[in-house]
C-alpha cells in the first residue's frame, strides 16, 4: 500500500518536472520573440521602447534559481510554482514555498539575487569577490596591466625561504590543538598576495636599510580591511626558536608560536614601526577562515585605534608597519629609551640616522 502510494507520489513528480521543464523553454522561446520584436521596432522608428523582455526574462530565471536551489537541497518543488505566471516577483515566489526555516530563506534569497546580478555582469562579481573575501589564495586568474606593474616592483622572493600560505604544524603539536585550530585545512595556492608586494628598502634613513619591508598595492587600503595572513611554521610557544626574528604569538590564549624564519609567506617582511617617524597603520588580529581555520590576519588598523589622527587607510606604495611589542624589542636591545631616536610625526633628526642603530649589532654588543 505504502509503496504503490509511493510509486504514485513519484510519477506525479516526474509528469512536474517535465511539465515544468516544458513551461521553462516556452517562457524563453516567448522572451526570445519578444526580444526580437522590441529589436524590430527599434530599427523601424529608431526610438528607445521600454524593454518589456527583460522583466519576462528576468522572472523567469528567477523561478529557474529557485528550482535549482530547491532541487539541490532535495526539497519539494510545489506545483504553484509551475503555474506561477512568468512576470513574478522574488517575494510572491517565496510566499508560494514551503515553510522554509529564516536561515533558508535567507541563503535562498542571497542565492538567487547572487545569481540575477552574475548575469546582469558576469565579471562584476568575480571581481568583489577577489578583491574582498579570504578566498584569495584559491584564484588563479590572469594579471591586470596594473598588476603586472607592480608585480615589477616586487622584490625576490629569498631562495632560504619556502613561500606558503598555508600553516606548516610542528610534530611536536598536540593533536586536540592542532584539531581546534583547524578541523578541515583548506589547500591553498602558493600565490603572492595581490594586495601587498615587497621590496628592498633603499632610503638609508629607514631604521631596516638594506633589508626587505611590505608594501601596499591596492590604491586604497580602507580602515578595518584584510590583507593577508601571517603564515610560518607553528610550534607551541614554549618550543619557539628563539633566535628567529620572525616569531608572532598565535592561538586563542597565545600558546603557539608561527615562525615564518624559513617558512612562510610575505607577511614576514612587515616592519616595525619605531624609527620610521610613522605610526603602525596594520595590527594583527585573529580570524576564522571559511573552513572555520584560525588565522593570524593583517589587517589596516581602524581609524579609532590609530594614534594619527588623520589616519584613514593606506595608500598605494605605503609601507605597511606594525608594533612587534615591546618585548621583542627589550629582549634584543635592551633599554627602548635609548633605541629610540625617531618617535612619529617628527622629522629626521638633525645629522641622520645615529650611529648603532642596527639591532643586530646592539644585540652582540
Ligand atoms: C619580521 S622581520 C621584518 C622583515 C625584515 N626587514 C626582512 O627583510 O626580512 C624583523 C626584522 O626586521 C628588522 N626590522 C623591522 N622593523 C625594524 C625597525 N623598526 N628598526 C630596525 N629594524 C627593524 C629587524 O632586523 C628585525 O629583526
Known amino acids: 500500500m505504502k509503496s504503490q502510494f509511493k510509486k504514485q507520489q513519484k510519477q506525479k513528480e516526474k509528469q512536474n518536472r517535465k511539465s515544468r521543464k516544458r513551461k521553462l523553454s516556452q517562457q524563453s522561446d516567448n522572451s526570445q520573440s519578444k526580444q526580437q520584436n522590441v529589436e524590430v521596432s527599434k530599427k523601424i522608428d529608431n526610438r528607445v521602447v521600454e524593454n518589456t523582455t527583460t522583466n519576462d526574462a528576468a522572472s523567469t530565471s528567477v523561478i529557474n534559481h529557485v528550482i535549482q536551489w530547491?532541487?539541490?537541497?532535495?526539497?519539494?518543488?510545489?506545483?504553484?510554482?509551475?503555474?506561477?505566471?512568468?512576470s513574478?516577483?522574488?517575494?510572491?515566489?517565496?510566499?508560494?514555498?514551503?515553510?522554509?526555516?529564516?536561515?533558508?530563506?535567507r541563503a535562498l534569497l542571497r542565492f538567487v539575487e547572487k545569481a540575477m546580478k552574475q548575469k546582469e555582469d558576469p565579471g562584476k562579481e568575480k571581481k568583489i569577490e577577489f578583491q574582498d573575501s579570504d578566498g584569495e589564495y584559491d584564484i588563479d586568474s590572469?594579471?591586470?596591466?596594473?598588476?603586472?606593474?607592480?608585480?615589477?616592483?616586487?622584490?625576490?622572493?629569498?631562495?632560504n625561504v619556502e613561500f606558503s600560505n598555508s600553516y606548516?604544524?610542528?610534530a611536536s603539536v598536540p593533536s586536540e590543538i592542532k584539531t581546534k585550530y583547524s578541523k578541515t585545512v583548506r589547500k591553498?595556492?602558493?600565490t603572492f598576495s595581490r594586495k601587498v608586494y615587497f621590496k628592498k628598502i633603499t632610503d638609508e634613513n629607514?631604521?631596516?636599510?638594506?633589508?626587505?619591508?611590505?608594501?601596499?598595492?591596492?590604491?586604497?587600503?580602507?580602515?578595518?580591511?584584510?590583507?593577508?595572513?601571517?603564515?610560518?611554521?607553528?610550534?607551541?610557544?614554549?618550543?619557539?626558536?628563539?633566535?628567529s626574528d620572525y616569531v608572532s604569538d598565535f592561538g586563542e590564549n597565545s600558546e603557539l608560536?608561527?615562525?615564518?624564519?624559513?617558512?612562510?609567506?610575505?607577511?614576514?617582511?612587515?616592519?616595525?614601526?619605531?624609527?620610521?617617524?610613522?605610526?603602525?597603520?596594520?595590527?594583527?588580529?585573529?580570524?576564522?577562515?571559511?573552513?572555520?581555520e584560525l588565522r593570524q590576519g593583517v589587517y589596516v588598523k581602524q581609524k579609532k585605534d590609530s594614534k594619527d589622527a588623520e589616519f584613514d587607510g593606506i595608500k598605494q606604495h605605503e609601507e605597511l608597519l606594525v608594533s612587534y611589542g615591546k618585548s621583542y624589542w627589550r629582549s634584543r636591545v635592551g633599554n627602548l629609551t635609548d633605541f629610540v631616536w625617531r618617535l612619529p610625526g617628527h622629522p629626521m633628526p638633525e645629522g641622520g640616522?645615529?650611529?648603532?642603530?642596527d639591532i643586530h649589532e646592539r644585540a652582540q654588543s
Open 168 to 170: 606548516r604544524w610542528d
Open 353 to 357: 640616522k645615529p650611529p648603532m642603530n
Open 88 to 105: 513574478i516577483e522574488l517575494e510572491q515566489i517565496m510566499r508560494l514555498l514551503p515553510p522554509l526555516k529564516e536561515r533558508e530563506r
Open 257 to 292: 608560536a608561527c615562525d615564518a624564519d624559513t617558512y612562510g609567506n610575505e607577511a614576514r617582511f612587515l616592519n616595525d614601526f619605531r624609527n620610521t617617524g610613522r605610526h603602525p597603520n596594520v595590527e594583527f588580529n585573529l580570524r576564522r577562515d571559511k573552513n572555520g
Open 188 to 190: 591553498r595556492a602558493a
Open 206 to 243: 629607514h631604521p631596516a636599510f638594506g633589508e626587505f619591508g611590505l608594501y601596499c598595492s591596492l590604491k586604497h587600503a580602507k580602515p578595518g580591511q584584510w590583507l593577508l595572513d601571517y603564515v610560518g611554521h607553528v610550534t607551541m610557544g614554549e618550543d619557539q626558536n628563539k633566535k
Open 70 to 86: 530547491l532541487e539541490k537541497r532535495k526539497k519539494p518543488i510545489p506545483d504553484r510554482i509551475d503555474q506561477a505566471p512568468s
Open 142 to 159: 590572469k594579471h591586470s596591466h596594473d598588476e603586472e606593474k607592480l608585480n615589477s616592483k616586487r622584490g625576490t622572493w629569498p631562495a
